[in-house]
């Protein structure tokens, strides 16, 4: 299963964490966006090429230390048609260095429209005779709230090309209990319910490690209902957002991990892209400082959990 390979990739780097590539051309280095500003103005097409340069360069220096980068398609698709094209190299390049790759689409529909962009995220799409990848990530961020109309056309996907995917079920964000706390007749909370079918999702799609293709999003913010969530699902693999900027803390993220400190992949997007904002170093050293943040970042998170 898809989640097998990104296991296998962090207890390769003894480092359970991934980076959110979700940039903004104000992240990005004034001497990389004058290369391309000066040469296309001041255009969609030039700030997707600085944005690209920009990603290279980090995937450059944290590839052997990170196992998965995890790109928020909103970023890209707010350029336009470049900044597709952004994200579609950029996947492709993370790959090439060997990096699991989790596209943050959040994605939701039904029937046709699902199967549609299922294929575009982690399938193939049939052009005549031949069939080929859009995107080609291994695992896609998905809304569950349409039920299993909306997760089976996934499904049969992860099956069959070995994809993952991670539905939302307690996210980081402070108006979340609005609706996930809400409880149930019986009284279970809507969050709990949202992993309980995530575990009868995966049922036949658990790999080697004990976990199904498809994982949960849970936030470090919430680190007792990470914990409760850890016991509840044992089948399900956790992306945890929230860590860092958000308030969450690398302590409260150990309830997340099982016993063998596998199970989770924490995320930070914006303390990486911007670390060399925060230490005033050279702007042309961002990637080293990129490099120095998920250092820090997995001795972190590592401290707390026995991952062996």
């Given amino acids: 299963m898809s989640f097998d390979r990104l296991i296998e990739k ?3 780097l003894k480092n359970p964490t991934v980076v959110g590539l979700d940039p903004k051309l104000e992240y990005v280095p004034k001497y990389i966006q004058r290369r391309y500003l000066e040469k296309d103005g001041l255009t969609l097409k030039a700030a997707a090429k600085a ?3 920009f ?3 980090i995937i450059d220096e944290i590839h052997d230390v990170v196992p998965a980068i995890k790109p928020q398609a909103a970023y890209y698709e707010m350029y336009g048609h470049y900044g597709i094209r952004t994200l579609e190299k950029t996947i492709r390049y993370a790959k090439l260095n060997g990096m699991f790759v989790i596209t943050d689409g959040k994605r939701n529909d039904i029937g046709a429209t699902m199967e549609a962009y299922t294929n575009a995220h982690l399938g193939t799409t049939l052009v005549g ?3 080929m990848e859009a995107f080609g990530a291994d695992a896609l961020t998905v809304n569950g709230y349409l039920g299993t109309d909306g997760i089976e056309p996934l499904l049969k996907v992860c099956r069959k090309q070995d994809k993952g995917i991670y539905v939302l079920v307690k996210t980081s964000n402070k108006s979340s209990g609005e609706l996930q706390d809400l409880k149930l007749e019986d009284g279970t909370p809507i969050y709990a319910k949202m992993g309980d079918l995530c575990e009868k999702w995966g049922a036949d799609t658990i790999g080697k490690y004990g976990y199904s293709a498809v994982g949960a999003v849970v936030g470090a913010t919430y680190p007792e209902m990470l914990a409760e969530l ?6 399900t693999m ?3 957002p929230g860590y860092g900027a958000q308030g969450g803390g690398a302590e409260g993220l150990k309830g997340g991990f099982d016993a063998n400190g596998l199970g989770a992949i924490v995320n930070s997007s914006r303390a990486v892209m911007c670390a060399y904002k925060k230490e005033e170093c050279d702007e042309r050293d961002f990637a080293k400082a990129a490099r120095r943040e ?3 970042m997995r001795d972190d998170i ?3 959990i026995n991952l062996k």
């Fill in 238 to 240: 956790f992306l945890v």
């Fill in 129 to 131: 005779e031949n069939s």
């Fill in 55 to 57: 990603n290279q360069a």
């Fill in 294 to 296: 998920v250092i820090r």
């Fill in 51 to 53: 944005i690209y340069d």
């Fill in 302 to 304: 590592t401290q707390y």
């Fill in 10 to 12: 962090i207890i390769e």
């Fill in 230 to 235: 850890r016991q509840r699902l044992p089948h």
